[in-house]
């Protein structure tokens, strides 16, 4: 009988613009109370918004574009570069936008290609926002998000189909667990790598589940899966840096008290 696999971290996402496309890492420092670095550092409001950068505030969704409304936005590749905060999008591999976000030229590039290609969706002219240490997650709190890729597998047969596990949106993939072994992890610790994780609530999933992270089709409907198959809608879950470290694809992760 073959030995049961250690849990171990698979794959490291950071989202650097809210709505578009994860940067995968292999390995990430980060300190306690934060998220990863540049996890939702920017968004793009929709329109005249609420969003005051000298005065940061956590906003509903709804303020912003998002895969919940506006699945075209998973027809964009966005890369992004760190050292000078450049943002490029891409379509079908090729280059259609490119501004550094420090500067309100490369913001403008950004958004007048955003206000053309989302032109539909939009409710007023778009409008790239941040603030210095703001993050625009869907939580309040700065935190991470984690999914076990076997409680993906449980989804898929019951779905009987293939689920893209970045669908999700999650900055921590698991294996090595058995299903659903997450929601247990309520007020319990996890270690990975260096850090030391604090699980505090489950995720409630959305719509933008239902869009296809590489097509952008609306083409599943998975929190109705879940409610049919186990009776709710959340999937994952999100913990707080209790502990600062290095996290890197291969580590060990370890569930304590």
């Known amino acids: 009988m073959a030995a049961p696999a250690t849990p171990h971290l698979v794959a490291l996402c950071r989202y650097p613009v809210k709505g578009l496309s994860p940067e995968q890492l292999v390995s990430v420092t980060i300190e306690a109370g934060q998220t990863i670095p540049f996890d939702r550092a920017y968004a793009i409001e929709n329109g005249a918004g609420r969003f005051n950068p000298e005065q940061p505030k956590h906003l509903p969704k709804i303020n912003f574009l998002m895969l919940m409304r506006d699945e075209r936005l998973a027809t964009l590749t966005a890369k992004f570069d760190t050292d000078t905060q450049t943002l490029t999008l891409l379509r079908d591999g090729r280059q259609v936008s490119r501004g550094q976000l420090t500067t309100p030229i490369g913001r403008t590039l950004v958004e007048q290609f955003l206000a053309a290609f989302m032109q539909a969706e939009l409710r007023g002219p778009p409008k790239v926002v941040s603030a210095p240490g703001h993050s625009f997650s869907d939580m309040s709190v700065k935190c991470v998000h984690i999914v076990n890729l076997a409680s993906v597998r449980e989804l898929e047969r019951h779905v009987g189909r293939p689920v893209d596990p970045l669908r999700f949106r999650a900055n921590l993939y698991l294996d090595g667990l058995e299903p659903w072994v ?52 959340d999937f994952g879950v999100y913990a707080k840096v209790i502990k600062g470290g290095q996290m890197a694809t291969g580590d060990t992760v370890t569930v304590g008290g």
Do not use: Y
Not at 195 to 212: E, I, M, S
Not at 219 to 231: E, F, N, V, Y
């Open 182 to 233: 997450e929601f247990g992890w309520l007020d319990k610790t996890l270690a990975v790598g260096t850090a030391q994780l604090g699980v505090f609530a489950r995720t409630q999933r959305c719509p933008a589940t239902n869009v296809d992270p590489g097509t952008g089709a609306r083409d599943m409907a998975i929190p109705s899966a879940l409610q049919r198959g186990w009776g709710h809608e």
